[in-house]
């Protein structure tokens, strides 16, 4: 029989409580299982974090344990990482930008991850180097989708030209959204030519992802006859191409409809800036058919856009864009961090609720005590 020490089992919580059911006891504190000797290891192998330069050279070599360890940096909340991140990818920056970036958006269940396996295998066997990441803010602990369901890209998983990375955790939008973009030029200097951004096609993730691409693209299904309903006007006016997926068995004649609605739908949007008319098409991630359509759409849209410049003009709008975003995210961090604001804040919110002072005054009042 396993004794143990008294002092795990008399609690002095429960002599004052009465006996009932409900009360708990603290646990049994664990024995310690990992030895002083381990332990030690352990550190020393954390502590042996390589330098930038070393991950630098690693990335611009092709290397994907440097690459992933550097995204790991760019995702870190330590600030000591922040800026040994800030070094790689300032170096990584003049070997990015030579490539395609697609976000893909749809609701879930539409088939984004099937999808995407897919078409990221057509690529590869184009000869494309294909990373695969994904914002998606409302998974942190599951890390986002494409973790999850990795198995729905058994295929380019073992790709070798194919790199897939899980959404970056966060609390807001904003980190997870700069994170991503940052990882987008790691992988660029790692080598890969096509960035495929998946998202949920609900919320705000989706306006994010469309800042961070070249072509974006909406995945759909056909629905009995009301293809219109639920699709936000936004989405759809941000979309370079409407595909309908799934469209194999009966469902063939079903998505071909829907594809004559959704074009007659684009018709009714203005003009975009850059000249292309958005299209639609229908393929089936499971039997493969329309993938290769859809990548020579894309195809066209780079030769158009590049040989009217609004392909650069737009990497540069988005690269002042980010800035803005970043500032505006690093201010916002900074402000509620703000021990002085953090004894404030609580009072100073029940204050609003109970109508004692205004919103307005409130947040003035908050804003002068961390400017002062
Ligand atoms: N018949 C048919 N089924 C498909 C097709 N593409 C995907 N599916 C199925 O649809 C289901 C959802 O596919 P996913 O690829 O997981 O969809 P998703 O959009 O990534 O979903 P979330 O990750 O939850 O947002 C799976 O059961 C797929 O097998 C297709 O082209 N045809
Ligand atoms: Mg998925």
Sequence with gaps: MLILPKRHLVLENDKKTNPSALNEKAGISPPEIISSAVAKNIQKFRNSQPTSKELIDGILSGNITALSRAITLVESTNPDHLIKANEVINACLSHANKSVRIGITGVPGVGKSTFIEAFGKHLTNLGKKVAVLAVDPSSTISHGSILGDKTRMEELVKDPNAYIRPSASGETLGGVARKTRETISLCEA????????????VGQSE?????????????????AGDELQGIKRGIMEMADAI???????????????AKTEFNRALHL????????IPTTASCSALTKEGISEVWQTIEKFLAQTKENDYFYKKRSEQNEYWMLETINEQLKLNFFNNPEIQKLLDSTKKAVQNGETSPFAAAQLLLKTYFK
Excluded: Q, Y
């Design 190 to 201: 790692c080598g890969f030519d096509t960035i495929i951004i998946e998202t949920v096609g």
């Design 207 to 223: 306006t994010a992802v469309h800042s961070m691409v070249d072509f974006f693209l909406l995945l759909k299904i056909a629905g």
């Design 243 to 257: 595909v309908i997926n799934k469209a194999d068995g009966d469902n063939i004649k079903k998505a071909k409809l």
């Design 269 to 276: 949007f203005p003009a975009k800036k850059s000249g292309w």
